[in-house]
């Protein structure tokens, strides 16, 4: 049985720093991309970022770029994003996806994706 499991999320004040992990479980991702995406309250799923399997591309959503870093760790099946200068407009649950085929389009896409986390709560306040 396949498992993501997100965690780092936390209530963190406008400026702030976090790192959010994602390690999966019963089976590995060789060749798949990874990648996050977020909800806030109301508002529908929301592309983060995503990484190839080796690491070498990556991709960011609009809102995130430049503050948000995502990497991976293969031997450790895990995935993790990096987030610098938190907004309040950060605050919504992140979650993980894995499985994905890459292209640059196509790894913005929810329906990309095979395996999901149950997510994590991540709260900026101002």
């Known amino acids: 049985q396949v498992q993501l499991v997100e965690s780092g999320g936390g209530l963190v004040q406008a400026g702030d720093s976090l790192r959010l992990s994602c390690t999966a479980s019963?089976?590995?991702?060789?060749?798949?991309?990874m990648g996050w995406f977020r909800q806030a309250p109301g508002k529908v799923r929301e592309f983060v970022a995503a990484?190839?399997?080796?690491?070498?591309?990556?991709v960011y959503g609009n809102a995130v770029k430049g503050r948000f870093t995502i990497s991976r760790d293969n031997a450790k099946s895990a995935v993790y994003l990096e987030m610098n200068s938190l907004e309040p407009e950060d605050t919504a649950v992140y979650y993980c996806?894995?499985?994905?085929?890459?292209?640059?389009?196509?790894?913005?896409?929810?329906?990309?994706?095979?395996?999901w986390g149950q997510g994590t709560q991540v709260t900026v306040s101002s």
């Open positions: 990484i190839t399997w080796g690491g070498a591309f990556t």
């Open positions: 019963g089976r590995t991702f060789s060749g798949d991309a």
């Open positions: 996806a894995a499985g994905g085929t890459w292209g640059n389009s196509r790894v913005m896409k929810e329906t990309n994706y095979n395996y």
